[in-house]
T-cell receptor, first 112, second 112 residues
Framework: TQLLEQSPQFLSIQEGENLTVYCNSS?????LQWYRQEPGEGPVLLVT?????EVKKLKRLTFQFGDARKDSSLHITAAQPGDTGLYLC????????????FGQGTELSVKP | NAGVTQTPKFRILKIGQSMTLQCTQD?????MYWYRQDPGMGLKLIYY???????DKGEVPNGYNVSRSTTEDFPLRLELAAPSQTSVYFC???????????FGQGTRLTVV
């Protein structure tokens, strides 16, 4: 059984601070995705990483995929109140026939 | 441009009742998923399907059943509803492995 361990579960910071969210597994991903979810809505894709060691940037968000394809991180620089929300990592594994598993989520609150 | 449509949006069930949550997508996606999400938490996979006529169990399948007779529809059946099934249910679809998941608006189910 594959598990996606996401940490931290809760994060409350001041505007302007930096933060990092981690997503780890004991198995190798074929791809890993990061989603953001607003209250009352479904998750919306931020990024997909496929290649080991890959780094992608989306404005103040930086996503890294581990060399061994077992872990990923999301780093936010100079967080803004508009970044508040639930961040979710999701992975698909080799030889798992399309199964898409989510981590436990990180509830981020950025205070002005 | 409907995307993924879930019905109903809200439902209250009594213990022991049954119901079907409907999910349909108009994007000709092969893969479809059902998740449940408890407050402030990630998504837990209930069942998924990689194509019409093919379904498989996810992380938490007990108490649920699914069918996939067409590419477009993936209904989730609850038999003998229990309070532990109180949750928000999301349906999602992807066109292929490692691609973006599109989500419905969710169904908020309360079992009393």
């Amino acid at each position: 059984t594959q598990l996606l361990e996401q940490s931290p579960q809760f994060l409350s910071i001041q505007e302007g601070e930096n933060l990092t969210v981690y997503c780890n597994s004991s198995s190798v991903f074929s791809s890993l995705q990061w989603y953001r979810q607003e209250p009352g809505e479904g998750p919306v894709l931020l990024v997909t990483v496929v290649t080991g060691g890959e780094v992608k940037k989306l404005k103040r968000l930086t996503f890294q995929f581990g060399d061994a394809r077992k872990d990923s991180s999301l780093h936010i620089t100079a967080a803004q109140p508009g970044d508040t929300g639930l961040y979710l990592c999701a992975g698909q594994y080799y030889n798992q026939g399309g199964k898409l598993i989510f981590g436990q989520g990180t509830e981020l609150s950025v205070k002005p | 441009n409907a995307g993924v449509t879930q019905t109903p949006k809200f439902r209250i069930l009594k213990i022991g009742q049954s119901m079907t949550l409907q999910c349909t997508q108009d994007m000709n996606h092969n893969y479809m998923y059902w998740y449940r999400q408890d407050p402030g938490m990630g998504l837990k996979l209930i069942y998924y399907s990689v194509g019409a006529g093919i379904t498989d169990k996810g992380e938490v399948p007990n108490g649920y059943n699914v069918s996939r007779s067409t590419t477009e529809d993936f209904p989730l059946r609850l038999e003998l509803a229990a309070p532990s099934q109180t949750s928000v249910y999301f349906c999602a679809s992807i066109i292929d492995m490692n691609t973006e998941a599109f989500f419905g608006q969710g169904t908020r189910l309360t079992v009393v």
